[in-house]
């Protein structure tokens, strides 16, 4: 299986930054069991690098690898919107939760 390439922006240490990360550590850790690599970016620290991917708002995730490239706004609370954004909810664990 392929690794997912992960980028979540936020914008400081918010409330709503901070939410956005617990939701999307969460995510990985049920739905990707170690098949990712996350990494994550405050644009107030490195403002160009949220200008160069052309992000407009935070939280912004965005999945690289495996293409096709994908991007998710918000604060990633629903996890089946961020598997159907991702284009990931085919994955085991979004398969047993339907299942259910």
């Known amino acids: 299986m392929n690794k997912f390439r992960l980028t ?4 400081g240490h ?3 930054s901070e939410k956005g ?3 999307l550590q969460r995510i990985c850790a049920e739905e990707l069991q170690g098949t990712y690599e ?3 970016i405050d644009v107030l ?3 160009q690098l949220a200008e160069d991917q052309k992000i407009l708002a935070t939280p912004t995730l965005v999945k690289e690898l ?3 490239l ?3 706004i918000g604060d990633l ?3 089946e919107k961020v598997l159907l954004g991702l284009d990931i909810a085919a994955l085991g664990g979004a398969k047993e939760r339907k299942g259910k």
């Open 77 to 79: 609370s629903d996890t």
């Open 21 to 23: 990360i617990r939701n």
């Open 8 to 11: 979540l922006y936020v914008t």
């Open 45 to 47: 620290e490195q403002p």
């Open 38 to 40: 996350m990494t994550v």
């Open 14 to 16: 918010t409330p709503r």
């Open 70 to 72: 994908r991007r998710v």
């Open 66 to 68: 495996p293409p096709p």
